[in-house]
C-alpha cells in the first residue's frame, strides 16, 4: 500500500532533519534487500515461533459471549507472546535487520515500557548495546517495566522535555539518532515515523492478521465480521487489520484513547479530535492547536498516550476502510475489571480500550456473526495503576 | 541577486538566531536591534515550535519559555512588521514545518513576503520534501533554504545545484548546542558545495566562540550562533540585549580581517 515515497494517500512521507536522511535511505535499502532474503525470513520465523512463542493463540471467549449475548468473541492473544505484548514482533524484525546491518546498538522509544522491555530483550538475545528513552512521568506510572529493561542490560533514560511522556520520548530518541548514526539503529515501535518505519514495522506486525486469517478459517470457516483493536500509533492494530483490508466485508475498527472524553482537553484520541499535520516525521492526524503546537495529550494508558497516529491508519480513515472510535479511561478500566472476571484474562489498559469496544459492539450483532479483538499486551503492567483509579494505594 | 544573498556581499557573514518571544517579544526586539547595530549581516528569527526535535537543552528551553509567554504566529507577524520599520538587514524565519502547515502554506508565505521575510529554514523538512512548501515559496519570493549536515555525503552536489539565499551547512551531528571541538571535515563539504553553485554557505551549530566562529566562516562564507546567543537570554533575561550586543561585536570582529 506503500509508494514509492513512502506515502499513504497524503500521509506518511519523510519529515526528518537531513543528518538523518542516509541513514533511512540506508535502512530502506536494507530492508529491500532482506525482505526478500529467504535466510532472513527463516532466521525472523524461528525466533518468533521458538523464541517468541508464535503463532500466538485464538482463542474464542465463551463465558464473555453468551454473557453479551451477540456475536461470538475470539480474542487474539498477543498477550502470550513472550515479554507480553505484540511488540516482540516488531522488535525481533527490526533488531535482526540492523544485526545484518552491522549495527551493535539499539535506541528504542517506549511509553507503557512494553516496547522498550521487548527491544531490551531482543538486545540482550543478540548481544546488542540498548538504550531506552522514557518519558519521567511514564517511569512512574510504568516502574516494574524500567526495572525488567535494567535487569535486561538496557540503560534507561527518563525524558523530562515537554510532558515527559510517549512523544517526548520519540522526540528524545530522535535526537540521540542524529547524534549517533554509525553504529546506531533506532528501532521505532509503532507504525509511525519516517518512511520507511511505517511500512517496516507494519510488514514485522502484519504476522498478526495473517494467523488470524488462518486460525478463523480453521476454527469457524468463514472470515470475522469486525476485527477490533486498540491504537496510539497503531502497530498492533495494522498487523490485525492488514490481511484483511483487502477483504471489504471484514469491519475494521481501531480504539482511540478518549481520555477524560474526546469533549474535553485530556484526550489522546487523534483521529477524533486531531487535524492533519507533519510532526515526528511524518504527515497524519495530530492533536495540535491552532497554531500547530502539538497538543499535551492525555490517557490512563501510557502505551496509548500519543498525540498523532500512524500514517496508513490516517489513510484508511480518509477511504473509509476502517472505523476509529473513541474509547474514554473509565470504559477502559471497567473492560479491564470484566475481561478479568469473565475470562480470567487480564488485558494491557491499552487492549482493554479493545475491549470496551467490542463489549458495546456485539449486543448488537447476531450470534452467527464473529468479532476478532486482539489482545495486544497482558495487563500485569497496569496493576497498580488500576487500583489506584479506582482509589486503592497499592504501589509496586 | 536576493536579499540574502546581500548579506555575504560584505565578507563573512555572522548570521545570530533569536527564539521569538524568549522571554518576550519587546526583548527579541531590543536583541536583534543590539545584534544589527554591532554587525549581524543576517537575522535568524527561530518561531517557537512545542516540540522541536532538532534542537538541544537550551533552543528546547527557549521555545518552551517563549510558548508559555503566549507568543503565536500572528504575534511574531506583527512583531517583524514592526521590526522592519528600521531594520533592513535580512530576516529569516527558522521553524517546523507543522507551523507553516498548520498556519496554510499560502497564508504564511504571502506573508513572509507582506513583512520582508527573505527566507524559511525548516529543519524537519529534508530536499525530499521541498515540494511541500517550494511551489509556494517561489509565488511569494521567499528562499526555502536547505542543510546540508555531515552525513550528507552523495547528497551534499544534488541539495547544492538547487540551492538559494544561503545553505546552512550543519557542523557536527546531533541537535544545536554548543560543542567544545567541531571535528568533521567542514573543507570537504565547502569544496563539494562550490563545485555545484555560487550560493553562500554557512556553518550553524556548535558555534559559540570568536575564535570558532573564525575558524568556521574561514572554511565557509559565515558563522550562525544560537544557542551561545540564547543562553545569554536565558541568563540575563530582559537585561541580555546589552550583552548580546558586546557578544554580536566580538563574534563580528573576528570575522573582519578574514
Same mark, same amino acid.
Given at each position: 500500500?506503500?509508494?514509492?515515497?513512502?506515502?499513504?494517500?497524503?500521509?506518511?512521507?519523510?519529515?526528518?532533519?537531513?543528518?538523518?536522511?542516509?541513514?533511512?535511505?540506508?535502512?530502506?535499502?536494507?530492508?529491500?534487500?532482506?525482505?526478500?532474503?529467504?535466510?532472513?525470513?527463516?532466521?525472523?520465523?524461528?525466533?518468533?515461533?521458538?523464541?517468541?512463542?508464535?503463532?500466538?493463540?485464538?482463542?474464542?471467549?465463551?463465558?464473555?459471549?453468551?454473557?453479551?449475548?451477540?456475536?461470538?468473541?475470539?480474542?487474539?492473544?498477543?498477550?502470550?507472546?513472550?515479554?507480553?505484548?505484540?511488540?516482540?514482533?516488531?522488535?525481533?524484525?527490526?533488531?535482526?535487520?540492523?544485526?545484518?546491518?552491522?549495527?551493535?546498538?539499539?535506541?528504542?522509544?517506549?511509553?507503557?515500557?512494553?516496547?522498550?522491555?521487548?527491544?531490551?530483550?531482543?538486545?540482550?538475545?543478540?548481544?546488542?548495546?540498548?538504550?531506552?528513552?522514557?518519558?519521567?512521568?511514564?517511569?512512574?506510572?510504568?516502574?516494574?517495566?524500567?526495572?525488567?529493561?535494567?535487569?535486561?542490560?538496557?540503560?534507561?533514560?527518563?525524558?523530562?522535555?515537554?510532558?515527559?511522556?510517549?512523544?517526548?520520548?520519540?522526540?528524545?530518541?530522535?535526537?540521540?539518532?542524529?547524534?549517533?548514526?554509525?553504529?546506531?539503529?533506532?528501532?521505532?515501535?509503532?507504525?509511525?515515523?519516517?518512511?520507511?518505519?511505517?511500512?517496516?514495522?507494519?510488514?514485522?506486525?502484519?504476522?498478526?492478521?495473517?494467523?488470524?486469517?488462518?486460525?478463523?478459517?480453521?476454527?469457524?470457516?468463514?472470515?470475522?465480521?469486525?476485527?477490533?483493536?486498540?491504537?496510539?500509533?497503531?502497530?498492533?492494530?495494522?498487523?490485525?487489520?492488514?490481511?484483511?483490508?483487502?477483504?471489504?466485508?471484514?469491519?475494521?475498527?481501531?480504539?482511540?484513547?478518549?481520555?477524560?472524553?474526546?469533549?474535553?482537553?485530556?484526550?489522546?484520541?487523534?483521529?477524533?479530535?486531531?487535524?492533519?499535520?507533519?510532526?515526528?516525521?511524518?504527515?497524519?492526524?495530530?492533536?495540535?492547536?491552532?497554531?500547530?503546537?502539538?497538543?499535551?495529550?492525555?490517557?490512563?494508558?501510557?502505551?496509548?498516550?500519543?498525540?498523532?497516529?500512524?500514517?496508513?491508519?490516517?489513510?484508511?480513515?480518509?477511504?473509509?476502510?476502517?472505523?476509529?472510535?473513541?474509547?474514554?479511561?473509565?470504559?477502559?478500566?471497567?473492560?479491564?475489571?470484566?475481561?478479568?472476571?469473565?475470562?480470567?484474562?487480564?488485558?494491557?489498559?491499552?487492549?482493554?480500550?479493545?475491549?470496551?469496544?467490542?463489549?458495546?459492539?456485539?449486543?448488537?450483532?447476531?450470534?452467527?456473526?464473529?468479532?476478532?479483538?486482539?489482545?495486544?499486551?497482558?495487563?500485569?503492567?497496569?496493576?497498580?495503576?488500576?487500583?489506584?483509579?479506582?482509589?486503592?494505594?497499592?504501589?509496586? | 541577486?536576493?536579499?540574502?544573498?546581500?548579506?555575504?556581499?560584505?565578507?563573512?557573514?555572522?548570521?545570530?538566531?533569536?527564539?521569538?518571544?524568549?522571554?518576550?517579544?519587546?526583548?527579541?526586539?531590543?536583541?536583534?536591534?543590539?545584534?544589527?547595530?554591532?554587525?549581524?549581516?543576517?537575522?535568524?528569527?527561530?518561531?517557537?515550535?512545542?516540540?522541536?526535535?532538532?534542537?538541544?537543552?537550551?533552543?528546547?528551553?527557549?521555545?518552551?519559555?517563549?510558548?508559555?509567554?503566549?507568543?503565536?504566529?500572528?504575534?511574531?507577524?506583527?512583531?517583524?512588521?514592526?521590526?522592519?520599520?528600521?531594520?533592513?538587514?535580512?530576516?529569516?524565519?527558522?521553524?517546523?514545518?507543522?507551523?507553516?502547515?498548520?498556519?496554510?502554506? @499560502?497564508? $504564511? +508565505?504571502?506573508? &513572509? *513576503?507582506?513583512?520582508?521575510? =527573505?527566507? /524559511?529554514? !525548516?529543519?524537519?523538512?529534508?530536499? #525530499?520534501?521541498? @515540494?511541500? $512548501? +517550494?511551489?509556494? &515559496? *517561489?509565488?511569494?519570493?521567499? =528562499?526555502? /533554504?536547505? !542543510?546540508?549536515?555531515?552525513?550528507? #555525503?552523495?547528497?551534499?552536489?544534488?541539495?547544492?545545484?538547487?540551492?538559494?539565499?544561503?545553505?546552512?551547512?550543519?557542523?557536527?551531528?546531533?541537535?544545536?548546542?554548543?560543542?567544545?571541538?567541531?571535528?568533521?571535515?567542514?573543507?570537504?563539504?565547502?569544496?563539494?558545495?562550490?563545485?555545484?553553485?555560487?550560493?553562500?554557505?554557512?556553518?550553524?551549530?556548535?558555534?559559540?566562540?570568536?575564535?570558532?566562529?573564525?575558524?568556521?566562516?574561514?572554511?565557509?562564507?559565515?558563522?550562525?550562533?544560537?544557542?551561545?546567543?540564547?543562553?545569554?537570554?536565558?541568563?540575563?533575561?530582559?537585561?541580555?540585549?546589552?550583552?548580546?550586543?558586546?557578544?554580536?561585536?566580538?563574534?563580528?570582529?573576528?570575522?573582519?580581517?578574514?
Amino acid at each position: 500500500m506503500t509508494n514509492r515515497n513512502g506515502r499513504f494517500g497524503v500521509h506518511g512521507g519523510q519529515y526528518i532533519p537531513e543528518t538523518l536522511m542516509s541513514a533511512v535511505i540506508e535502512l530502506e535499502e536494507a530492508y529491500n534487500h532482506f525482505r526478500d532474503d529467504p535466510a532472513f525470513q527463516q532466521e525472523l520465523s524461528e525466533l518468533l515461533c521458538e523464541y517468541a512463542g508464535r503463532p500466538s493463540r485464538l482463542y474464542y471467549a465463551k463465558k464473555m459471549t453468551l454473557d453479551l449475548g451477540g456475536a461470538k468473541l475470539y480474542l487474539k492473544r498477543e498477550d502470550l507472546n513472550h515479554t507480553g505484548s505484540h511488540k516482540i514482533n516488531n522488535v525481533l524484525g527490526q533488531a535482526l535487520l540492523a544485526k545484518k546491518m552491522g549495527k551493535t546498538r539499539l535506541i528504542a522509544e517506549t511509553g507503557a515500557g512494553q516496547h522498550g522491555v521487548a527491544t531490551a530483550t531482543a538486545a540482550a538475545l543478540l548481544g546488542m548495546e540498548c538504550v531506552v528513552f522514557m518519558g519521567e512521568e511514564d517511569t512512574v506510572r510504568q516502574a516494574l517495566n524500567v526495572y525488567r529493561m535494567r535487569l535486561l542490560g538496557t540503560k534507561v533514560i527518563p525524558v523530562k522535555s515537554g510532558t515527559a511522556t510517549l512523544k517526548d520520548a520519540v522526540s528524545e530518541a530522535m535526537r540521540e539518532w542524529t547524534s549517533r548514526i554509525s553504529d546506531t539503529h533506532y528501532c521505532l515501535g509503532s507504525v509511525m515515523g519516517p518512511h520507511p518505519f511505517p511500512t517496516i514495522v507494519r510488514d514485522f506486525q502484519a504476522v498478526i492478521s495473517r494467523e488470524i486469517k488462518t486460525q478463523i478459517l480453521e476454527k469457524e470457516g468463514r472470515l470475522p465480521d469486525a476485527v477490533i483493536a486498540c491504537v496510539g500509533g497503531g502497530s498492533n492494530a495494522i498487523g490485525s487489520f492488514y490481511h484483511f483490508i483487502s477483504d471489504q466485508n471484514v469491519r475494521l475498527i481501531g480504539c482511540e484513547a478518549a481520555g477524560r472524553g474526546i469533549e474535553t482537553f485530556e484526550t489522546a484520541a487523534t483521529i477524533s479530535t486531531g487535524r492533519l499535520g507533519i510532526f515526528h516525521g511524518m504527515k497524519s492526524y495530530f492533536c495540535q492547536d491552532e497554531y500547530g503546537q502539538i497538543a499535551p495529550v492525555y490517557s490512563i494508558s501510557a502505551g496509548l498516550d500519543y498525540p498523532g497516529v500512524g500514517p496508513e491508519h490516517a489513510y484508511l480513515h480518509d477511504i473509509g476502510r476502517a472505523e476509529y472510535v473513541p474509547i474514554t479511561d473509565e470504559e477502559a478500566v471497567c473492560a479491564f475489571e470484566y475481561l478479568a472476571k469473565t475470562e480470567g484474562i487480564i488485558p494491557a489498559i491499552e487492549s482493554a480500550h479493545a475491549i470496551a469496544y467490542a463489549a458495546k459492539l456485539a449486543p448488537s450483532m447476531h450470534k452467527d456473526q464473529i468479532i476478532v479483538v486482539t489482545i495486544s499486551g497482558r495487563g500485569d503492567k497496569d496493576c497498580a495503576a488500576i487500583a489506584r483509579y479506582r482509589g486503592e494505594d497499592i504501589h509496586e | 541577486m536576493s536579499n540574502i544573498k546581500a548579506a555575504f556581499a560584505n565578507g563573512k557573514a555572522f548570521i545570530p538566531f533569536f527564539t521569538c518571544g524568549d522571554p518576550d517579544l519587546e526583548t527579541t526586539a531590543t536583541s536583534v536591534r543590539a545584534a544589527v547595530a554591532n554587525g549581524a549581516d543576517l537575522i535568524e528569527l527561530g518561531i517557537p515550535f512545542s516540540d522541536p526535535t532538532a534542537e538541544g537543552p537550551v533552543i528546547q528551553a527557549a521555545n518552551l519559555r517563549a510558548l508559555n509567554g503566549g507568543v503565536t504566529t500572528d504575534k511574531i507577524f506583527a512583531f517583524v512588521k514592526e521590526l522592519r520599520r528600521d531594520v533592513t538587514v535580512p530576516m529569516v524565519f527558522m521553524t517546523y514545518a507543522n507551523v507553516i502547515f498548520s498556519y496554510g502554506a @499560502e497564508r $504564511f +508565505l504571502s506573508t &513572509c *513576503r507582506d513583512i520582508q521575510i =527573505d527566507g /524559511i529554514i !525548516l529543519p524537519d523538512l529534508p530536499f #525530499e520534501e521541498r @515540494e511541500e $512548501f +517550494l511551489p509556494v &515559496c *517561489r509565488k511569494y519570493g521567499v =528562499d526555502l /533554504i536547505y !542543510l546540508i549536515a555531515p552525513t550528507s #555525503e552523495n547528497r551534499i552536489a544534488m541539495i547544492a545545484k538547487e540551492a538559494e539565499g544561503f545553505l546552512y551547512l550543519v557542523s557536527s551531528l546531533g541537535v544545536t548546542g554548543t560543542r567544545s571541538e567541531i571535528t568533521t571535515d567542514l573543507a570537504s563539504i565547502v569544496s563539494v558545495v562550490r563545485q555545484n553553485t555560487d550560493t553562500p554557505c554557512a556553518i550553524g551549530f556548535g558555534i559559540s566562540t570568536p575564535e570558532q566562529a573564525r575558524k568556521m566562516a574561514g572554511l565557509s562564507d559565515g558563522a550562525i550562533v544560537g544557542s551561545a546567543i540564547v543562553k545569554l537570554l536565558a541568563k540575563y533575561g530582559k537585561d541580555a540585549p546589552r550583552y548580546i550586543g558586546d557578544y554580536v561585536k566580538s563574534m563580528k570582529d573576528a570575522l573582519r580581517c578574514l
